[in-house]
């Protein structure tokens, strides 16, 4: 399927990786590297295999590999999480520009982003909301799962 943005620019033309692609390449990676735990850590791995991970930590701190079902459901979430991250960056760059000590003079056109930018972050996050968890307080209706 074709995929245009706002602007009309053909996306598939362009070689970037649809979102599916994204996750499908992190979802094999993962259940690649949970085959291979057993390996030494490499000096960039930052998480010991889990392996050595004691069963003692709850299940969401254990390295399991990821499913595509799942990683979906907490995509939007992600990413939402993403865009606040820059939004925070981004009003960094604004106030320097206002104040005069911008490390670049293109710091004004920058900060003219951030409306735009905190729209998207609030866009993602009420059409992609994470999912439901399960919760040993539970939301108060007796169904033991809670919103984030």
């Given amino acids: 399927t074709s995929c245009h943005v706002h602007t009309g620019m053909n996306l598939n033309e362009t070689g970037i990786p649809t979102r599916n692609q994204i996750l ?27 392996s050595v991970v004691p069963q003692s930590l709850p299940t969401v701190l254990r390295l399991r590999p990821a499913n595509l079902e799942e990683a979906n459901a907490w995509a939007g979430f992600y990413l939402s999480f993403l865009f606040f991250k820059n939004c925070v960056i981004v009003h960094g760059v ?26 998207l972050a609030r866009m993602i996050w009420e059409e992609y909301p994470p999912p439901a968890v399960a919760s040993s307080a539970g939301g108060g209706d007796g169904s033991g799962y809670s919103r984030l």
């Avoid at 990676?29 to 889990?50: D, L």
């Avoid at 911008?102 to 951030?114: F, I, P, T």
């Fill in 24 to 50: 499908e390449t992190y979802c094999n990676y993962s259940h690649h590297y949970h085959q291979n735990e057993t390996m030494k850590p490499q000096k960039h791995q930052q998480h010991p295999p889990s």
């Fill in 94 to 119: 604004a106030q320097r520009a206002s104040s005069g000590v911008a490390s670049s003079a293109m710091a004004h056109r920058v900060a003219e982003l951030l409306p735009e930018m905190v729209r």
